[in-house]
């Protein structure tokens, strides 16, 4: 029963979810809809268990203090101070909680999302290596589509920017839609295969 | 005036939207495609499967990092169990996680979505008792970092910097922190296995792994993994629709240069 009753219900409701797309009828949308928001509510217990997760293998590593423990205690104040000001004060705008998350985190994920310059430029070094046919094909095409897209492209010829477009709308379009319609295909297939319980790994053991 | 017909036939049913039949019919088509493979596969025929060198790279990094004494890092992508490139993922993470029992290396599941955390640990605990080695299993290999993004890809960077993975496999749905957490990685002299299907990051993860699985190579993972014949049965299916759509789309280019546009238009969803 413990794997039956879990394919069971993955079933009706996939069943429930697919037959919503094809029927019409509002009374049936808004069963849907209310199945829907049951289960953001219950996704919204999991944050207990996510927290749990983090204080159990944290406070783990502070106590047999492993290298760096020092970070998990800052990390595990950290959490806390943002619970408590969250509950405590709320987190409209101009609210502790928002103080902190606008002045600490938000330049934090800056940072983060600025790494990806200097990241894109080692690996392109390193793509761009000619070995091959092919590795030099990649180099000319991404240094027209380089050139195309800056104005000096088109000072040097002025249809550069309309030959790049039509490397990104043609050929390269192409490859995305293939990639595209394989993966939908495979999307749909391992949707069916969970739906109808051919794959039930997600399950857990016996 | 029979593409009129089609695009205009009335909802007179109120339970039925007539409008998207031909995703029904697709849908059905596709569906009757996976069924008559898997009866195939279940009758003991054999099923040829191109060879994929990303997903036998998987089993030989494991196997490097079981020779050099260090953890394998397995990175299931930052979207929530919506998503099914996340459900292919837990999938993936079971073989996984079986490979690492057997041959008791060290396994790390950093993850970003905490509905994601006890599926992981199933799909984990699973794996160690396919493997017949329950008592190996560390709940603390399953470690919920973030859900924000950038904190995540912080986190994952840590990892990776602090406990020098062998081997780094990233399956799953990402986005913008692809590169950020394939560099590190990268640097630290791990071997990387990625698979997406998302397009965008595909080019990231080409340049910055050792093996790319693109797109719907990541749904055939368990398949082709697990060699289970009802699995490899679905796997043929969807070559099967592939191979329509490719018919219907030299048809359809056909047709529209001809000026016949109701095969297209049967296509188009309301």
Known sequence: MRREVPLVICFLLGALFIADYFISNPTFDRIAQTINQWAIIVISFAYVLGVANIARINTGVIKRREKDWVFKLVLLFGLLLMVILGIGWGIREGTVFYWVYMNAYYPMQATMFALLAFFIASAAFRAFRIRSWEAGLLAITAIAVMIGRVPVGEAVWKNFPNFTEWIMDAPQMAAKRAIMIGAALGAISTGLKVLTGLERTYLGGD | ?270
């Open chain 2, 1 to 270: 005036m029979i593409s009129y017909f089609i695009l205009n036939i009335p909802s007179a049913i109120p339970w039925f939207d007539f409008n998207r039949i031909n995703v029904l019919i697709t849908l059905a088509v596709f569906f009757c495609f996976l069924l008559y493979f898997i009866g195939r596969a279940k009758k003991g025929k054999s099923l040829f499967i191109r060879r994929i060198a990303g997903l036998d790279a998987i089993e030989e990094a494991v196997g490097r990092a079981t020779e050099m004494g260090r953890p394998i890092l397995y990175i299931p992508g930052i979207e929530d169990m919506d998503n099914i490139q996340t459900v292919a993922s837990m999938i993936i993470l079971g073989n996984v996680a079986k490979m690492a029992a057997t041959y008791e290396t060290p396994l790390i599941v950093p993850i970003c979505r905490p509905f994601v955390v006890p599926v992981a640990e199933e799909s984990v605990q699973q794996g160690y008792l396919a493997a017949g080695k329950p008592d190996a299993y560390d709940k603390n290999s399953v470690r919920y970092i973030s859900d924000e993004q950038f904190a995540y890809t912080a986190g994952v960077n840590g990892i990776m910097l602090r406990e020098r993975p062998a081997a780094n496999l990233m399956f799953g749905s990402f986005f913008a922190e692809s590169l950020l957490m394939a560099e590190t990685g990268f640097s630290t002299g791990a071997i990387q296995v990625a698979g997406t299907a998302n397009i965008h990051q595909l080019p990231f993860f080409v340049v910055a792994c050792d093996y790319t699985i693109i797109g719907e190579e990541l749904y055939a993972v368990s398949a082709y993994l697990s060699k289970e014949p009802k699995l490899l049965g679905t796997l043929k299916g969807s070559d099967l629709a592939k191979l329509v759509i490719m018919i219907i789309l030299v048809l359809g280019a056909i047709l529209i240069t001809a000026n016949i546009l109701w095969f297209k238009n049967w296509f188009f969803v309301q």
